[in-house]
């Protein structure tokens, strides 16, 4: 009688158990993995959309603020500007009010609000002025006319190059090619796209990591040959394209207030000194803002007749505000940003609104 072996089959049986479990518990781990997304994903989108509403919300708290605004003057001390408050606000409804970690539902928004009149309107700035924020950065004087006129050609309707500027045949021949706006500029960043206009002249400051002072020169006496400019501020900080075109006297840096006729480096820094009060600090409590622009510039020691050619140019009261409003729900943190426009006292009209 032939007798046939007897295969084992108890080695193949379990590794193939094994192999399913392996199998079934990745399939697991990976549906508990989509889930865990799945979950974040939807809590992610309701975080957004509460954090969108409380940026509104935060735009709206702003609103409001601007609206309870009764001085005669808007200052770097009044609590919109961040400050402790100015005499006409002591017993309004904004005493007390904090613009920081302000709750709204399950989450909070800090406001941050700059009236945009602190600064010149770069659509509305003539070449005399652009020259002379250039001049006052230390721009090299070779520069100064090829940037001036290239930003005003960049903004006027026509395609006709001034004696140092560009249009679309300058930017045509660039790579990758583009044309002129031959608008108003929207965004200051279009300076970016502007001949001549180079980052460090935009932002200030310089690609090294030299102290500020370092590289830092003034009235376009240049750069040595290879060196790095060291700008001691940049456009951006002197313009802005959305404005009613006048400069606050009361809110403008020194910068700022040089760009006005008959205004120098003393002038500009007896004007801060008269605002600011006995503390010589812009933005406390014993600020002493003006109230008529033109009579703080011959109080500041400009000359008569220049003060009044320069008071077409100044104005004591904000009308164009720019907002940032950070809001947070637990670790989730969004910054939006809104231009505010006044029109009256109590109307106060958002012009746009984008997440930042």
């Not at 001085?71 to 613009?99: F, H, K, M, R, V």
């Not at 009236?115 to 230390?138: C, F, H, S, W, Y």
């Not at 930003?151 to 045949?169: F, H, K, M, N, T």
């Not at 000359?303 to 100044?314: D, W, Y």
């Amino acid at each position: 009688m032939k007798v046939r072996p007897r295969h084992n089959t108890d080695g193949i049986a379990l590794l193939i158990a094994v192999i399913a479990v392996l199998v079934l518990s990745t399939l697991a781990a990976g549906l508990a993995l989509s889930m865990k997304v799945e979950s974040r994903l939807a809590f992610n989108a309701n975080s957004e959309t509460q954090l969108y509403w409380l940026g509104r919300s935060g735009v709206e708290l702003a609103r409001w603020i601007l609206a309870q605004e009764r001085c005669p003057y808007d200052s770097l001390n009044q609590i919109w500007a961040g400050g402790p408050g100015s005499d006409c606000e002591t017993n309004g409804p904004l005493a007390g009010l904090s613009l920081d970690n302000f709750p709204v539902g399950a989450g909070t928004v800090s406001i941050k609000i700059i009236d945009l009149e602190r600064k010149v309107n770069i659509n509305t700035a003539n070449g005399p002025e652009i020259q002379q924020a250039l001049t006052l950065m230390g721009v090299d004087a070779n520069d100064i006319s090829v940037v001036a006129d290239s930003i005003q050609d960049w903004i006027d309707p026509d395609d006709l190059p001034r004696v140092a500027g560009a249009e679309s045949d300058y930017y045509q021949g660039l790579d990758p090619p583009y044309y002129a706006k031959n608008a108003p500029i929207d965004d200051l960043s279009e300076l970016l796209l502007v001949r001549g206009v180079t980052p460090e002249m935009y932002y200030g400051g310089s690609a090294t990591n030299h102290p500020p002072a370092f590289f830092q020169h003034k009235l376009g006496l240049g750069t040595r040959p290879g060196e790095v400019p060291n700008y001691p501020f940049g456009l951006k900080d002197v313009f802005t394209p959305i404005s009613n075109g006048s400069i606050n006297i009361n809110t403008a840096d020194a910068n700022v207030l040089q760009m006005l006729p008959g205004v120098d480096a003393v002038t500009a820094e007896n004007i801060i000194k008269l605002r600011a009060g006995p503390d010589g600090v812009d933005g406390t409590e014993d600020d002493t803002p003006f109230v008529n622009a033109a009579g703080a510039l011959q109080s500041a020691g400009v000359n008569p007749a220049l003060a009044q050619q320069a008071s077409r140019f100044v104005t004591t009261r904000s009308s164009t505000f720019e907002v940032h409003v950070t809001t947070q729900i637990g670790i989730e943190k969004r910054e939006y940003v809104a231009i505010l426009l006044r029109i009256s006292p109590a109307d106060i009209e958002v012009l746009s609104f984008y997440w930042k």
